[in-house]
């Protein structure tokens, strides 16, 4: 009670005391305030460091629980540097990302996220890539970089740590520091260069093992309110030569001329004005801070490690050396940082435990930058000069918009490969225009192909596949639908049973059969064939036709070198330049007749000794039509692999069936044209099978107005003759080229100039294309796309489609006896792919008749 009213009695007449005597009211207060503490101190010091104690518990909890949000789902954007990179697109994709920026009440409650550029050196080279918190889409800084970075590619995974765990076995040293700033952050880093200043850190840790790593990284966020203000008042501070800190300031206070003398700055107007050199200095600082302060700011922080992975049994000695090595690469790395040196400047701090800080990826307090500060230090290296360094291929340029998505009337081609991903299609009204597609092996070419068959089978669209390869035909028969299975007409060079027959010169009113047949083989052997032998063929195969009973070209032979067998064919003939011809011939002698039919019949020969060739081109009747399989939804499958049947054996039966499929497409002119159903052609390897008489413009465009699209698929621009190259350059509208070489791109580059450049179509990754589609009849932009993978094979399909197939084919003979090739064929024991088929012997009728 007495020390409440002598702190009372000091308080209510403190002033006056202290006016009359200074020392004694003075000495009053002081023994009033030590009998309060000796009192309430007790109980007021706990209070206080329970209260901070649980300030920092809370601050700490409340950050772990932040940084935990930030680590879960994290996710690794890997960037491939385009081959020119803008020196620009570093300021514009920080820029782009301080929209990332959250409200200040969700900053309040989860912090504001960051994001962190890395540089990843290792043995072969330099990986750049950023780490993108969990909270954060990663499809947001994907968009910022490819637009920053034009021809930049992205691949996003989910996010590891810097350096790979640590196998058994195995010891790692890891030597690492912090990069902060040195001078007060208002302070700006040097941002004009002339060179790419990042080419001295991606070169000082050339020479890696296969055992080094390094990593430099760049933590950065925006910030604004406080963070700012507090860069403020720094930035007066340095104007008035006071010190960061609080205990700076009170001993500037008390200190006589610390304040005009801390770094030669001074507020004396007149000092300034009277020193050139302090004017100069004053000013241009002050132009830099007021220029860094303009723009958003990223609170950044930079950490970098180097490791060395060596064997847990290591010598003392080469662990010595080991990290005396690291140690000199970190410095190295650090060093090169120097270049950034302006108006301030980085120092280099201790970091403890490198290897899991860097791992974390946690920043608490940082230094503040500008963009163009922070885009200086973080961006794609702009020298292409530079090695080691991850770089895109082409350049991803999104589809236009009127391009389809698949669906119902639209055959499914692919992915978009930038902006927003969606799957691309083309129109079956568009297909008319027909499709180029130009690829190497193994690039995806035959994928794509798959899709657009598998389509057709599945919407009832009529087919004919021509496969020279066979795993096209192989990969389509395993994912059939088995309700198709009546639809499939097969033919299979390595089969071991009999193939259908497409009797090449049975059927129609005129000589277009005869025509195509000689236009083929004079295609095929244009270095071998002569006047004589066309005329030698043609009117042979006229004579044949002539006959009442059904042509076959395994009759020509027997036609040209017996005797018996042609007096018993022309002797009826009507047609006097045929009887001409054969007079001609008979009065040959036998050397002069030798020399006539000799270049023919090696060519006849080597055609039809393969038993596939002789039961499937010349066995008899024709068991398939073409114009059904076009307008019933029919599927035809020709498998006829090189390897099998020798390369120009192979170019002859595609080139036939190509000949005979383009007689059923004519024919469609008795049909309306609404009335026409589409129908699709599919050449792969298409150089070897085009050998037909009509030009190919013309037959592009009529097939167009036939309802036919054409699918003509082939490796390179060397393999086609000038004309059909020119023709299939104009008439066939729709490009999809997957990787060329740099003389095709030449060339190719005049399709999609300036979108895409000769580089891009030369650089194109696997199943990666550039894409130029026909929409609603006009040709759009190109753009580049991925091409969807195959399903999955069905298990047992294609055994189930060749047995489906061959019971059809033994209830057609059981019930249609004039098929009697299909009795006829034997296997042999001792090649497993020949069949013995006895030659089709004359009609029993009288040989006078001519035909009607």
């Known amino acids: 009670m007495t020390t409440h009213l002598a702190v009372a009695g000091v308080h209510a007449g403190w002033v006056g005391d202290y006016l009359r005597d200074p020392g004694g009211a003075t000495g009053v207060l002081l023994a009033a305030l030590r009998e309060w503490v000796l009192v309430w101190g007790p109980v007021i010091v706990p209070a206080v460091a329970l209260a901070a104690t649980g300030r920092v518990v809370l601050r700490r909890w409340r950050l772990v629980r932040r940084h935990r949000a930030l680590l879960a789902d994290a996710r690794?954007?890997?960037?491939?540097?385009?081959?020119?990179?803008?020196?620009?697109?570093?300021?514009?994709?920080?820029?782009?990302?301080v929209g990332l920026f959250r409200p200040a009440w969700r900053r309040w409650w989860a912090g504001q996220p960051h994001l962190a550029l890395e540089y990843l050196f290792g043995e072969h080279g330099v990986t750049i890539q950023f780490w993108v918190p969990g909270v954060i889409p990663p499809s947001l800084v994907e968009r910022a970089i490819e637009a920053a970075w034009p021809g930049s590619h992205t691949r996003t995974s989910p996010a590891t740590a810097p350096f790979p765990g640590l196998g058994s076995g195995q010891r790692r040293i890891t030597v690492g520091g912090q990069l902060r700033l040195a001078?007060?952050?208002?302070?700006?880093?040097?941002?004009?260069?002339?060179?790419?200043?990042?080419?001295?850190?991606?070169?000082?840790?050339?020479?890696?093992?296969?055992?080094?790593r390094a990593c430099v990284q760049i933590l950065a966020r925006p910030v604004t309110g406080r963070?700012?203000?507090?860069?403020?008042?720094?930035?007066?501070?340095?104007?008035?030569?006071?010190?960061?800190?609080?205990?700076?300031?009170?001993?500037?206070?008390?200190?006589?001329?610390?304040?005009?003398?801390?770094?030669?700055?001074?507020?004396?107007?007149?000092?300034?004005?009277?020193?050139?050199?302090?004017?100069?200095?004053?000013?241009?600082?002050?132009?830099?801070?007021?220029?860094?302060?303009?723009?958003?700011?990223?609170?950044?922080?930079?950490?970098?490690?180097?490791?060395t992975d060596l064997p847990a049994d290591t010598t003392d000695e080469i662990l010595r050396q080991a990290r005396d090595t690291a140690r000199g690469r970190a410095h190295a790395l650090a060093a090169a940082f120097a270049a950034y040196t302006d108006h301030n400047h980085y120092t280099r701090t201790r970091l403890h435990h490198p290897a899991q800080t860097l791992a974390q990826r946690r920043i608490d307090r940082g230094d503040l930058?500008?963009?163009?500060?922070?885009?200086?230090?973080?961006?794609?290296?702009?020298?292409?000069?530079?090695?080691?360094?991850?770089?895109?291929?082409?350049k991803a340029v999104a589809p236009p918009p009127g391009v389809a998505t698949p669906g119902p009337q639209v055959k499914p081609l692919g992915q978009a490969d930038t902006g927003h991903t969606r799957p691309v299609g083309l129109r079956v009204a568009d297909a008319r225009h027909h499709l180029h597609v130009i690829g190497a092996t193994g690039s995806g070419k035959s994928t794509l192909l798959g899709n657009l068959i598998l389509d057709d089978i599945d919407a009832g669209r009529g087919l004919v596949l021509i496969d020279p390869k066979g795993d096209l035909v192989t990969d389509t028969l395993n994912r059939i639908p088995l309700s198709a299975a009546d639809r499939v007409v097969l033919f299979d060079a390595d089969s071991l049973h009999r193939p259908p027959c497409l009797n090449v010169l049975e059927g129609g009113e005129t000589d277009r059969e005869v025509d195509n047949l000689v236009s083929v083989f004079r295609r095929v052997y244009s270095a071998f064939w002569g006047p004589r032998t066309d005329d030698l063929m043609r009117a042979a195969c006229l004579t044949l036709r002539a006959q009442d009973g059904i042509p076959t070209l395994a009759d020509l032979p027997t036609l040209l070198t017996s005797e018996a067998f042609r007096s018993r064919i022309t002797t009826g003939l009507a047609d006097p330049i045929l009887t001409g011809?054969?007079?001609?011939?008979?009065?040959?002698?036998?050397?002069?007749?030798?020399?006539?039919?000799?270049?023919?019949?090696?060519?006849?020969?080597?055609?039809?000794l393969r038993p596939f060739v002789k039961a499937a081109i010349a066995g008899g009747r024709s068991t398939v039509d073409m114009a059904q399989v076009l307008n019933d939804g029919g599927i035809c499958l020709v498998r006829i692999p090189k390897g099998s049947l020798g390369e120009e054996t192979t170019r002859l039966v595609g080139s036939l069936v190509v000949a005979r499929t383009w007689q059923a497409t004519t024919a469609r002119a008795r049909i309306p044209q609404r009335l026409r159903p589409d129908a699709s052609l599919?050449?792969?390897?298409?150089?070897?099978?085009?050998?037909?008489?009509?030009?190919?413009?013309?037959?592009?465009?009529?097939?167009?107005?036939?309802?036919?699209?054409m699918t003509l698929a082939h490796q390179h621009l060397g393999q086609l003759p000038r004309e059909l190259k020119e023709?299939?350059?104009?008439?066939?509208?729709?490009?999809?080229?997957?990787?060329?070489?740099?003389?095709?791109?030449?060339?190719?580059?005049?399709?999609?100039?300036?979108?895409?450049?000769?580089?891009?179509?030369?650089?194109?990754?696997?199943?990666?294309?550039?894409?130029?589609?026909?929409?609603?009849?006009?040709?759009?932009?190109p753009f580049t796309m991925t091409t969807t993978p195959l399903p999955d094979p069905i298990p047992g399909r294609a055994r189930e489609i060749r047995a489906a197939l061959r019971a059809r084919r033994t209830a057609?003979?059981?019930?249609?006896?004039?098929?009697?090739?299909?009795?006829?064929?034997?296997?042999?024991?001792?090649?497993?792919?020949?069949?013995?088929?006895?030659?089709?012997?004359?009609?029993?009728?009288?040989?006078?008749r001519t035909r009607p």
């Open 227 to 307: 963070r700012v203000a507090h860069a403020r008042r720094a930035a007066r501070r340095v104007h008035h030569g006071t010190s960061r800190h609080l205990g700076g300031r009170l001993l500037d206070l008390i200190t006589p001329g610390a304040k005009a003398s801390r770094s030669g700055r001074t507020t004396d107007a007149r000092r300034i004005s009277q020193d050139p050199q302090l004017s100069l200095e004053y000013s241009a600082q002050n132009k830099a801070i007021v220029s860094k302060q303009r723009g958003s700011q990223y609170e950044t922080l930079i950490r970098y490690a180097v490791a």
């Open 727 to 781: 023709g299939i350059s104009t008439n066939a509208r729709n490009k999809i080229f997957f990787s060329a070489s740099p003389e095709d791109a030449r060339e190719l580059a005049r399709h999609t100039t300036p979108r895409l450049s000769e580089h891009d179509l030369s650089h194109l990754g696997v199943y990666h294309t550039a894409t130029r589609l026909v929409v609603g009849g006009e040709e759009t932009e």
């Open 682 to 709: 599919v050449i792969d390897e298409c150089h070897n099978f085009l050998n037909l008489p009509y030009p190919m413009e013309d037959m592009l465009a009529e097939a167009r107005g036939f309802r036919v699209g």
């Open 581 to 608: 011809f054969w007079q001609w011939y008979d009065e040959l002698t036998d050397s002069s007749r030798s020399q006539v039919t000799s270049p023919l019949m090696n060519k006849l020969r080597a055609f039809l």
């Open 183 to 212: 001078r007060p952050e208002s302070l700006p880093i040097r941002t004009a260069f002339d060179a790419d200043p990042i080419r001295g850190l991606l070169g000082a840790p050339v020479g890696l093992g296969r055992n080094e």
């Open 369 to 394: 930058l500008s963009v163009p500060e922070l885009a200086a230090l973080a961006h794609l290296p702009t020298d292409a000069e530079i090695p080691g360094v991850e770089r895109a291929g082409a």
């Open 812 to 848: 057609d003979h059981h019930g249609d006896p004039g098929i009697r090739v299909h009795a006829a064929v034997t296997r042999t024991r001792s090649a497993p792919t020949e069949w013995r088929v006895p030659p089709t012997r004359p009609p029993k009728t009288d040989p006078r």
């Open 76 to 97: 690794r954007i890997t960037v491939l540097a385009p081959p020119s990179v803008d020196p620009a697109g570093g300021a514009a994709v920080w820029s782009n990302l």
